[in-house]
């Protein structure tokens, strides 16, 4: 049985970034990867797609490069990046069962010899779990979790399913060839890059996509009988829409393999399958030398999962390096007189302010790169009664006075929170918020 210090599973752009610095660092190293080539994910992208490289702040920390491109130019990169480094790569190597603990794991695989690590890092990602319709025939042979090729189908009649940008790109570049509706649940894109919600807007304007808002799916037909193979059944604003088609293909996004990762002793801490394994500030789950990067604890972008990737075997190592986001995140932090590290400060924001308590520390980083610390001199209107501002905001230290009208004024303290109303109304402010002594927020 091979033994290796690190043994890395899944060779996504996290799980090939923590493989390349190990190979880099001259550690043992094993990358298992269950499919026949790298970045499986990327690989089932739409062929051409333009893949970004967000968040456009944040410095790539890696051995393997990345920058925005085709999907085919950054594969290539990754490829080479893997040879160049000698990284240490099974394919077909389908991971089943993880036996041990911390510095003597077995890894056991659907076919061949097990595997033993003194650590594991579980890049896995979620794209080989997609969120089903979840509605009677939905296993028809014409319903499709995935596009490849947009140019391969052609006078079809085509539902998309999503309102992301996956299922955005596909409906566009389907809508060249074919007569194309997309099924939003919502009555906005809010999940759409704002390239991609521009592009489909103006398609819909072109009459190019025909889009169903506020709509579900509720049935899928089959009709072998007929001039198109299914019907696919519609719940609208409207009453029920019935929609003869050709093709259906359902881009909801994907839900992590929970069955397989709790087999591994790992803890979900609840059961929405959205849940996420809570981890320490250096990756590690609950079960002591397995560690978790990438979309699977969280964090679905390719940049953030290569930097932790990069990170982790860095940790493993026992070396003192602070995460990509450090500098970015203690620079928004300047105005907080305080003698504590940055690590420190941010457990003291969650253990204030109650809205924030719950949320994953890793997630409370990246919240933090989209917000502003603000320090406000006793008497500074923060906003005023009428604006059409919608910034959030809760209070780290001191307090706020709320003037509702000239004859009431509300204190809130620490720990509160305001402006929610606007943010999520968009209406105009229904009050003056004047900053109270140690005004923090």
């Known amino acids: 049985m091979s033994s290796y210090k690190i043994a890395v599973l899944g060779a996504g752009p996290g799980g090939m970034s923590a493989a390349a610095r190990a190979a880099e660092s001259g550690v043992s190293h094993v990358l298992l990867e269950s499919s026949d080539k790298v970045a499986n994910t990327i690989q089932k992208y739409q062929k051409g797609k333009h893949v970004m490289a967000e968040p456009g702040i944040l410095p790539l920390r890696s051995p393997i ?31 089943s069962a993880i036996d041990g603990s911390k510095g003597n794991f077995t890894i056991k695989l659907s076919r061949g010899e097990p595997v033993r690590a003194e650590n594991i890092i579980l890049g896995i990602g979620m794209q080989g779990n997609p969120r089903q319709l979840g509605v009677e025939g939905d296993n028809a042979p014409f319903v499709q979790y995935q596009l490849d090729d947009p140019d391969e189908y052609n006078g079809e009649t085509i539902v998309v399913v999503g309102a992301g940008d996956a ?10 060839n074919n007569k194309v509706y997309i099924v939003n649940r919502k009555d906005e894109f809010a999940r759409a890059k704002e390239g991609n919600l521009n592009l489909i807007l103006a398609n819909i304007d072109s009459g190019d996509v025909e889009c169903f808002y506020g709509t579900t799916p509720a049935m899928v037909e089959l009709t072998p009988d007929a001039e198109k193979p299914g019907i696919f059944h519609l719940n609208t604003p409207n009453g029920e829409a019935s929609v003869p088609v050709d093709r259906i ?40 030398g397995i560690y978790v990067i990438g979309a699977l604890g969280g964090y679905p972008l390719i940049k953030q999962a290569m930097n932790q990737g990069y990170e982790v075997v860095e940790y493993i190592e026992g070396r003192d390096v602070k995460p990509a986001d450090h500098d970015l995140i203690a620079e928004k932090l300047q105005e907080i007189p305080s003698e504590m590290d940055v690590d420190e400060i941010l ?15 890793l997630q409370f980083r990246e919240l933090m790169l989209d917000s502003d610390v603000h320090k406000f001199p006793m008497g500074d209107v923060i906003f005023t009664k009428n604006d059409y501002t919608n910034s959030f905001y809760t209070i780290f230290n001191g307090s706020v006075e709320v003037e509702v009208d000239s004859s009431l004024s509300i204190t809130s303290g620490q720990g509160n929170f305001f402006g929610e109303m606007s943010l999520i109304s968009g209406r105009r402010r229904s009050a003056t918020v004047r900053a109270g002594a140690d005004c923090i927020v």
């Open 65 to 95: 490069g990345f920058d925005a491109g085709k999907r085919e130019e950054i594969l290539n990169t990754w490829e080479e990046g893997l040879t160049e480094h000698k990284v240490n790569i099974q394919y077909d190597a389908e991971v």
């Open 167 to 176: 299922a955005i790109e596909n409906a566009v570049a389907l809508a060249t």
């Open 249 to 288: 293909i359902a881009r909801l996004g994907a839900i992590a393999p929970r069955g397989l990762v709790e087999s591994f002793g790992i803890e979900f801490p609840n059961k929405d399958p959205n849940a996420i394994p809570a981890l320490s500030s250096q990756y590690e789950s609950n079960v002591p």
């Open 347 to 361: 457990a003291e924001m969650q253990a204030r302010i109650p809205v924030f308590a719950g949320v994953n520390a």
